[in-house]
């Protein structure tokens, strides 16, 4: 068993753990001897299971998971019109969210617009007022991208709760998810109404039950903004802002207006509703920041975390999950087994892409301790994600959004995993 | 308006048409002018659509399409046991295809197979036998890829039709897709059974009424194999192999092996009945080829292609599609407008993945004129798509798998899009 240990903690060096034949620990059944010694636990069984032995059902037009993973679904909080859609992050696997189960927030409900009513209006200080139907906006190029949206009140609940909730990953952080964006770059659009010189902001205005609208600097959409008209490949679903987005890579969820019919380029900010009020930060000394947009750095463990039990004490497992930064790529993941006592760097599978999911991992040989596992994630530019301490004395004490300290899993000596604030 | 001109076909140069601000052709209605001149093409209309005046709808745990898309479907040809559902990739944007349109094919039906009565045998020329169930693969180390999957027999229509047929690109073509593939590297579990000296070839067989069973090189599967449990971030459907499948990058879609139960190491090919006879390509001399795993290098375009209709004579369009190789990365697509003639670059859009779909496109104005356009792959290591008279050159008349010559569309002075023999 030549397995280097990485930390303390029960981290695993990689290469050694490969070479290891993995064989130390996680160790399938075997089936022929451990059959003729009549081990009822590792039956060799037929080789012919029943499926084999009848025809299968039909498939269907446009397909849906499987009956067996009918938990795996979104969860929703709401209160009055204001809902919240959390992703079960600690069922995925990889970096792309399926759109079944892409997180969303309405403001006051999903409006139903049939495409060929809708229009997407842009005016103010333009040459040339320009109003596109989906036919005409079809034909413009587009480009795809991967981005992960994450809602600017993602993780309140360990931001505001005294004591760490015992929730599953999803409940505590899914309003983030990751899919490719298809649209038409927002510039495109611009230029050709022409922006007046004095025109500096976009307001975008949702054509919802909310009048959602945000304020949003006009250099910025010239460089980033898409209006997006597909995710993973099919149109927008009516939850994503059907049949059109405005997108905004790495930026908080709300200025990524859904069912986005008007920009209205002005030369200051409307200070909207949702731009004086909810989607702000209140720092320590009383002083609010508005118009801070892109998220910050940050990661969670998905595997394993809140509510999961390992099966196996002295067992091995794989620490898997992702990082991502509203700023740019991810550098790197570290990860500690030992409540931050000592760190070690986790892989990054490729493609490590910008302002996006990265899947992060490391073998982890569980010593039936009771310990605190954490991943802290660094960004290229450099900012790296603070521990909850940290974060929590730069903002006053209600302060919710832009939350991303570093997410602690406390994994009790029975394998109970639960959210801690260590 | 300085646009230059890539091809005689109307082909444009990107950097010059994107500076021309677009406005020369697709140009969006004009609002405040023409609605004071009563202009009713152009109405300015209400700044406060129907679906702003009240609150919305709920949304559901897991989300669906919207019902203005309801047509975005699969389409199946079915012969007895036998059926292929085939995706309709002339409504994809980007590379990701949705896990509700991957294409599927089917030898006996799908079937239903509870996650915690499947188990993986890896048996034969092995050391230790052994026996997988769920809950211990779920514990493995995983990879996520993004990857394309593609019927050997994909685009047989064209292979085998003395005429073209007038049908959509998915139904000409829809028997491949691309998606995140996650799940075990195939290395780790063959190591832990210790392949004997002998075992050079694996059997690899499903759990499915139609017994399918494949030979494969022990070699490529130590490199390249993967078990995979999860599609675009959830479990596999049951369409796609639940609740495992494997998984060979770029290989031809039937040894990607749905529903796998057994994987038998051998010192040579089992010749089953799939790799005998359905899954082998006629040479013209009669020669057969078997074992020819990897997919060719290919490309369609996806807008405008069969059946779409160019709503505007003289007008600006955006080719787009995407290319794939079995063998690698794609390094560059040319597109002609002109059936052939002249030759010019299209973008390839990143990220340009190892054995993916890559989105590429190129601007053009349609001079209103009957044409034809074409796509043209060549992928990292040299490999060219042929002309269709190129490929049935090298096969004979009845033999249609592995069919990648390129796929050319007639557009017809109406706007019509068909698909033709060019």
Known sequence: MNVVAA??????????????????SVAAMATGAAHAQGNAAAPIGSRFPDAMKSMGAGDAP???????EAKVVRTESRTAGFSVWRSP?????????????????HHNGVPDIAPDQHTLMIHGLVERPLKFDMARLLRYPMVNQIHFLECAGNSAANALSLTALDHTLGDLAG????????????????????????GKWVIAEGADGGSHARSLPLSALMKDGMVALYQNGERLRASQGYPMRLFMPGWEG?????????????DAPAFTKDESGLYTQVLKNGQI??????????????HPSGQQVLPQVHGFYE???????????????????????TWALAQLH???????????????????????LMSRATDELGHVQPSRSAWKSRYAAHSFNHYNAIQAWQVDKDGRVENTYA
Chains 1, 2 share one sequence.
């Not at 930390?7 to 130390?24: A, D, H, I, P, V």
């Not at 446009?62 to 067996?68: E, F, M, N, V």
């Not at 709300?254 to 002005?266: A, F, Q, S």
């Open 7 to 24: 930390t303390g903690g029960g981290l695993l060096e990689r290469r050694s753990f490969l070479r290891s034949g993995l064989s130390l």
């Open 62 to 68: 446009y397909g849906q998971p499987s009956p067996y």
């Open 350 to 372: 490729g493609p490590v892409l910008d302002r996006a999911f990265t899947r992060f991992s490391i073998p982890w040989q569980w010593q039936g301790k009771k310990t605190v």
């Open 254 to 266: 709300n200025v990524n207006v859904k069912w986005l019919h008007r920009l209205e380029v002005v």
């Open 175 to 198: 309003e983030v998810s990751c899919a490719e964006w298809t649209g038409i770059p927002l510039s495109y659009l611009l230029n050709e109404a022409g922006i007046k010189e004095s």
């Open 289 to 302: 920041e508005r118009f801070a947009f892109p998220m910050e750095v940050k990661s969670v463990i998905t």
């Open 89 to 105: 992050l600690q069922e995925q696997r990889g970096i792309i969210t399926p759109n079944g189960l892409h997180f969303a927030t």
């Open 319 to 341: 620490i898997s999950g992702f990082a991502w930064s509203g700023r740019g790529r991810i550098a790197k993941v570290e990860v500690s087994a030992d409540g931050g006592d």
